[in-house]
């Protein structure tokens, strides 16, 4: 099925992807504005995850970039992680198909409420003074997380890139700012693993996902050079306020 937009149409799209591309390099939840503009569309719900799949990747692949060109992300330490991430993110996409979804729309809210305590509660997972093991994570954890959290993404995806930021500063006892670019670099591995599901099942619309996701790489340079730039007292803030309306966006969704 093919969605055809007109001007106006094609012009929100460009700024929405702008935005959730900056919020996406910084703290992850860009899917919540770019999944409620492709809704917009009249795209049915299945066409609408995997055009934004489409749009995700590239985001994900140039915030990634940045961050590996800051020496923010080692490629080597995580080879295990990103292997067990596309493994996970093939069989939630897959599961998606599978599986009734209703139940999954009012555990979130809870999940990202959690999260979103934590986050405000915990002196530990916003301090950014990194363990002196930051540099040899465990191999179990990072295929533990790869699995869960890559297929969370492929089977739903709200607030993915706040769980990985929130779970490898709790695992791996990352920085802030090598938390951000692990989710980065973990997220495009999910992301293209789910895209390529998508597209084999015919849910991709190519033209408007390659608008959004040209508009998200836009975004997710500025995004990810701002958060070198800035730093913690720049992130945290908007972490913060990101993770509260990613519960209040799903709890309204799914409860009331």
């Not at 540099?135 to 607030?159: C, M, N, T, V």
């Not at 693993?193 to 033209?207: P, R």
Request: hydrophobic share 55%; with cysteine.
């Amino acid at each position: 099925m093919e969605i055809v937009a007109h001007s106006g149409s094609w012009l929100l799209l460009a700024i929405v992807g702008l935005i959730a591309g900056f919020i996406d390099a910084v703290v992850g939840g860009g899917g919540l504005l770019s999944i409620p503009a492709l809704l917009t569309l009249g795209m049915p719900p299945h066409l609408a995850l995997g055009t934004n799949k489409l749009a995700a990747s590239f985001g994900s692949s140039m915030a990634a970039y940045t961050y590996y060109r800051q020496h923010l992300l080692q490629p080597k330490l995580w080879r295990s992680c990103f292997v067990a991430t596309a493994i996970g993110a093939l069989c939630g996409s897959i599961l998606v198909y599978l599986v009734d979804t209703s139940w999954l729309e009012k555990l979130l809210p809870l999940l990202i409420i959690i999260i979103a305590l934590y986050s405000l509660l915990s002196k530990k997972a916003l301090k950014d003074k990194p363990a002196l093991d930051e540099e040899h994570p465990k191999r179990s954890h990072k295929i533990l997380q790869g699995l869960i959290l890559g297929g969370y993404d492929g089977f739903a995806g709200p607030g993915i890139g706040a769980i990985w930021i929130v779970s490898s500063k709790t695992l791996h006892k990352l920085s802030f700012l090598k938390s951000c670019a692990l989710s980065r670099a973990m997220t495009f591995a999910s992301n293209t693993t789910a895209l390529t599901v998508f597209l084999l099942l015919g849910k991709v619309d190519l033209a408007i996902g390659l608008l959004l996701g040209l508009s998200m790489m836009l975004g997710s340079f500025v995004g990810a050079h701002s958060a070198i730039r800035f730093g913690l007292p720049f992130i945290r803030p908007l972490f913060i306020t990101m993770v509260m309306a990613m519960a209040l966006h799903l709890t309204w969704s799914a409860w009331l």
